[in-house]
């Protein structure tokens, strides 16, 4: 396998993680709540807004050109969680429908909250890369596998919306208020535990 190959899969298996990165995947759970299958352009603007904010400061960082406490960084994580999927509770309209202010709010979500993720990514990529200081492909591919990633989760969920509300006909809206609310919750859970190692 080459490196670039290596890379890639671990990025992928990073945000696929469902045991030690489902932090990860409830934010872009989250983001996607306001979205159907057939809005599938804007989804991927989403994703590629997330992956442009957390690719610069994943770049800093693992470069050790900016520098954190881990501690804060995995207290941000659920709180940026927390604030998507509460912000999806107060959307007024549905589909097509929803207001310009409405999407873009959501993508500035997706590319300043990406910040604080890719530093959250950082920790991780540094263990591995070690002292190992030639790693403008390793960056690259961790990047696009976490990008791919993300669009997997974003497929399923997606795919398990459709199945829900075109053919199970759950309403949009009861679905979008189900799944903020539990991501909502579990983020809660996740912040209140970050703050018992910090106090």
């Known amino acids: ?14 945000i696929l993680d469902v045991k030690n990165g489902y932090d990860h995947i409830l934010f872009v759970i989250a983001l996607c709540a306001l979205y ?4 599938w ?3 991927l603007i989403l994703v590629t ?21 881990a501690e804060w960084v995995e207290l941000l994580i659920p709180v940026t969680i927390f604030i998507t999927a509460v912000s999806n509770l107060f959307v007024k309209k549905e589909g097509k ?7 873009q709010l959501n993508y500035l ?3 300043f909250f990406g910040l604080i993720h890719g530093m959250g990514f950082s920790n991780y990529l540094r263990t591995i890369l070690g002292k190992d200081r030639s790693i403008v492909v390793q960056l690259f591919a961790f990047n696009l596998g976490l990008e791919a990633g993300q669009i997997i989760i974003v497929a399923v969920f997606l ?5 829900c509300i075109d053919l199970f006909n759950t309403n949009r809206r009861d679905w ?6 539990v991501i909502a919750g579990m983020a809660l859970v996740l912040i209140n535990e970050k703050l018992s190692t910090l106090i």
Request: charged share 15%; glycine share 4%; aromatic share 14%.
């Open 176 to 181: 979008r208020l189900v799944i903020s609310s």
């Open 49 to 69: 807004a997330f992956t442009l904010g957390h690719s610069v400061t994943l770049a800093l960082a693992t470069l050790e050109l900016i520098h954190f406490s």
């Open 97 to 103: 429908a929803f207001s310009g202010s409405a999407i």
């Open 36 to 39: 159907h299958w057939r809005d």
């Open 159 to 163: 795919t398990i919306a459709f199945l």
């Open 1 to 14: 396998m080459s490196e670039f190959a290596l890379y890639f899969a671990l990025g992928k298996d990073h």
């Open 109 to 111: 979500y997706a590319a």
């Open 41 to 43: 352009k804007r989804v």
